[in-house]
């Protein structure tokens, strides 16, 4: 993975205060208030309020959560391995208001024996809320492993819930 220079916006949301990361190609992460980057493995950004990037995010996140806005068209710039990239653009396909089990994202992947790599995958997405893993939920429906907690899940799935929809896979 070439470490190409990243910047940062801290924005105020009903989840608390999250961090955007880009680089000039497209959003790099969306960090939780009191995460370290750890778990995303991205390099320390430096502040850059005004990136076109962080700007557009900031305003798609705001619609978001004004319940205005359903899709993101901000550019993503993945930083992961080739499976777990495959796993993000596979959470890219669950709609709005959509909730998928571990197993019915692995069998959608192919592979129903990859429920385990999936979790794995999910629990490394650094682009939360954009990059859906919020709709991800363990067989029996509980809420289970988010980077931004299970409350936070919980907000934006209810967000959502207005909205929900038959599964379409």
């Not at 924005?11 to 961090?19: D, W």
């Amino acid at each position: 993975m070439e470490d190409k220079k990243l910047v940062y916006k801290d924005i105020s949301s009903p989840v608390g205060l999250i961090r955007t990361i880009a680089s000039d190609q497209g959003l790099v992460a969306i960090i939780w208030e009191g995460e370290d980057y750890k778990r995303t493995k991205l390099s320390v950004p430096v502040r850059e309020d005004q990136h076109p990037i962080l700007v557009q995010t900031e305003k798609e996140l705001k619609e978001y959560f004004e319940n205005k806005r359903r899709t993101f068209d901000i550019p993503l710039d993945f930083k992961g391995t080739e499976f777990q990239v495959k796993v993000w653009e596979a959470l890219l396909k669950i709609p709005y208001g959509v909730i998928k089990t571990y197993g019915e994202l692995a069998k959608i992947l192919g592979d129903i024996k990859a429920v385990r790599a999936v979790g794995g995958a999910l629990n490394k997405n650094p682009i939360s809320i954009i990059v859906p893993c919020h709709r991800v939920v363990g067989a029996s429906g509980k809420l289970v492993g988010f980077a931004g907690g299970l409350e936070n899940k919980s907000i934006l799935l209810d967000l959502e819930k207005g909205f929900r929809m038959p599964s379409l896979f």
